[in-house]
């Protein structure tokens, strides 16, 4: 038995897990600086968490310029790249948020944010790997962190009961996963995605496939695996939750992608088809009726995910529809990053100390005294909702389009239906926050609310970028497109008489102002 | 030869040895009256615990038994780079030096916020 | 004649088929969080035992490796779990599922 250990190969691998051991690397670093010097946990382990995460990003992209032959384990190719660093924007924002906040509700420990970048690692695993067994890591190293994560209000009830909701969940859907896969490894003899998919199926990898997509629909929270997400949502620190509800759907998403890309068999389809819808439909009516601003938020976040998984069908279709359904995918899962840590930080805002005020009727009036949070929150919510010129609108569209691009109408009509009851809930909190009377009892005594300068700068700089990445919507996706070239390179080619790019239309529309050239994209598009 | 003679021959040497060991038990030690001290329950040599037997284990008991089970499961990995020593030569080594030094890191923190205290 | 060969490979499925069921049967009419989980890792050795078999059938090691990894997984996933029971524990003295239920909705 001979191994083939050349420098070149070592370095090579080096290079392709890059992203994820710099990741957890600073991530050791913050843990070992926070035991170390437990003083120095206000301030210096989140500067030392951001610039972890900003080395990170540059490993990331060096190293998609060197490592390039796939290994069969994971991969760095321009979907890794794109996926990394939204997942890096994203933990960047959770790091500057909770600092703040975990010093007001005294958790501030070296493991919060050492917790937080391990789970991002994780989840950027997960977008990385073509093998089942890294997934099984990726999900594992995303899932455990966010176990602790969620109680980390030890001594309060409602953080414990949703740490041990979800741990029990978690590892529920974590069993299932890896059954699922041992049952494609029985039926197939090999734990590389793609070349287990291409098997010739039968009833166990069917099976095996199955179980795979309930686990990961867990975690992405569809329906009818969501029921664990209100209540996580609403028990855990909100900090954790803003971070949980964007990198776990991404993490998921990532993998789901990577399953999906390869060629899932068609009978599949059907069934992602129906998990979309379901999930459109179910998320937004249960959320109609919600008192809670953050059960709220749970609701509209599963929402969101079925939003992302219609886009994310597109992939079993020609390479066309998967670039054009794929980067919408990348799109949207950006700037659902920038609105709904945006959504949450006004909530811990106006939360207050202790997170008392959580409840819907909390915010009633509250634009009376503090004009500019409210208007920030307007914005967030708008965006979720949908409604341009903001960011949230243009992901829609994009997604809306590629679906049915992709031969997907009768989703993109739901989806289309499912938005408007989206709008009535969200525009429901703006309503109270700007037309609705305080309750007269205790006005007087109640100060206006005010952000701390780290808040101020937080909200204003999101609300800017889904301000911004709505209006320069064509060269981000421009981006994301380019993330998706690499998951169709294995998908059959669009036929010679030329489908219609409704998606490049758009893109040349909504660019015209500013003189943007979308030739280049369109020259990818039509390779 | 049956591959499951040898389990066959188990059952009934184990269950040969449970029914003999406890029937001589019974012939020759049967218990010929007793004293106060004979009746106490037995502790190692020092005096017995008072009051209620089923006490519940302080929690640290728990927390020592987690990172047991925890860098003690990590071993495992060592047991397939042990079979293909030779093979992975130097490379190998380092790898599994950058292993150890990770569970060090892991135990550094441990013993730094103080979980391996009793106190 | 080895055991292998003796066993058909429909047995070690049918047998983690089974450890499986009851695990997740287990799970999900059990309210003891403690003996919920160890249904938890009922399921996961299920999976464990699929893929030593079949990785010993195909004669591929890819399962056998997968298996290292779910160990050392699962005994984290005992830390944290455990550890989330302690801390419930310590607060309440007692747990059950079902009396967690502070948020409804």
New interface residues.
Partial sequence: MSIDLTTEFIKQNLWVSAPVWSLAAAAALVLLVGAFRPRSTHSLLPALGLIGVIVSGCVTVHASQIATAPLGMQSIDSFTVVFDLIILIATAIGIIISSPYVNRESLARGEYYALMMFSSSGAMLMGASDNFIMMFLGLELLSIPLYVLSGFRRLEGISQEAALKYFLLGSFASAFFVYGTALVFAATGTTSIAAALAANSGAMLTMGVGMVLVALGFKVALVPFHMWTPDVYEGAPTSVTAFMSVVAKAAGFGGLARIVAPGLSPNWHLLLWLLAAGTMIWGNLIAIPQQNIKRLLAYSSISHAGYILMGLLTLSRDSVAGVDGMSAVLFYLLVYTLMNFGAFAVVIVFAGSGDKAEDIDDYRGIARRSPLLAALMSVFLLSLAGIPPFAGFFGKLFLFSAAVQAGYPGLAVIAVLTSVMGVFYYLRVTVVMFMEEEPASGVADKPSVSASPTYGFVLGALAALVIVVGILAAPVLNWTAGGAESLTAGRPAASASVRYCALCRLQRFISRPFAFDCTELRNLRYR | ????LPILFMLIIATAFAVGALSLAMFIGRPKGGNERKLAPYECGIEPVVGEVRERFP?KF?LVA?LF??FD??V??LY?WAV?FR???V?GLIEMGIFLA?LL?GY??VW??GALEWQ | MDIYSAVPFSAWLALSGLLFTIGAIGFLIRRDPIVMFMCIELMLNAGNLLLVASARYRAVMDGQIYVFFVMTVAAAEVAVGLAIIVAIFRQRLDIDVDEMSEMRG
Avoid: G, K, T
């Fill in positions: 030869m049956n591959p499951y929690v728990y987690m089970i925890l499961i990590e495992i990995f397939p293909v093979q992975l030569q490379f990770i890191l550094m923190y730094r916020v």
